[in-house]
């Protein structure tokens, strides 16, 4: 059987990050921008369109007039087309920066996104546009073992962001100790957005960062 890729993790010193202060994780997608609507919007643009009925990404996008959602594959096409070319495109989720600028006074930030590698450049472009200019670490699949490489190399307080829960038990498994919190920033996706007792749900920005803020304080 073919062995995964070794998992490469940065150093936090490469990364410009001290290891003097507590580390909060914080994913992109529906925690810090509103992809959903960006990649909605994009889509729009040509001739799909995105019709919010379940927690699902490609399986709420129809061809026009179509009552079949779109296949993987074409699905995957579109993804990798926004992230190449558009995913500096989208708004941030409301109370995203304000919060980040608040939680940097007394914790470093390390954005962790799953965005493919083409994505790369324009989303430290957007984070940097919108007063986020922190650094951003890519990954594919679950985010454990990449948080738990990062979180080993401080002796502080821990927290970790995302939307989606086999990340937010991935990122528990491996670093147990780590304060893990969800939050779905799209207004549409919420009720249908799964939650488990594992990880505490907190949907508005300002009620996140004073959580994170208290679970990072020694
Ligand atoms: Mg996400």
């Known amino acids: 059987m073919a062995q995964p890729p070794a998992l490469t993790v940065p150093t936090l010193a490469s990364l410009g ?19 959903m609507q960006g990649f909605g919007d994009f889509l729009a643009d040509r001739g799909y369109e ?49 919060a980040l600028n608040r939680l940097s006074k007394a914790a470093e930030i390390l954005i962790l996104s799953n965005a493919p590698a083409q994505g790369e450049r324009l989303r430290t472009q957007w984070l940097a546009r919108h007063g986020m200019a922190h650094p951003l670490v890519l990954n594919s699949g679950p985010k454990g073992p990449i948080a738990a490489g990062l979180i080993a190399q401080t002796p502080h307080r821990t927290a970790f962001i995302d939307d989606l829960l086999p990340n937010l038990d991935s990122v528990a498994e491996h670093s147990p100790a780590t304060a893990t919190f969800q939050h779905v920033a799209d207004l549409r996706l919420r009720p249908f957005a799964p939650r488990s ?14 959580a994170i803020e208290a679970a990072v304080r020694s």
């Open 197 to 210: 007792e594992r990880h505490r749900r907190l949907d508005d920005w300002i009620d996140l960062a004073e």
């Open 17 to 35: 990050l001290p290891a003097e202060r507590p580390l909060v994780l914080v994913d992109v997608d529906e925690v810090l921008g509103l992809f």
């Open 50 to 98: 995105m019709r919010i009925e379940r927690f699902a990404l490609f399986q709420n996008v129809y061809p026009p007039g179509g009552s079949e959602h779109i296949d993987l594959e074409t699905g995957r096409k579109l993804f990798d087309e926004f992230f190449g070319g558009h995913c500096h495109e989208i708004e941030p989720a409301p109370g995203a920066v304000a």
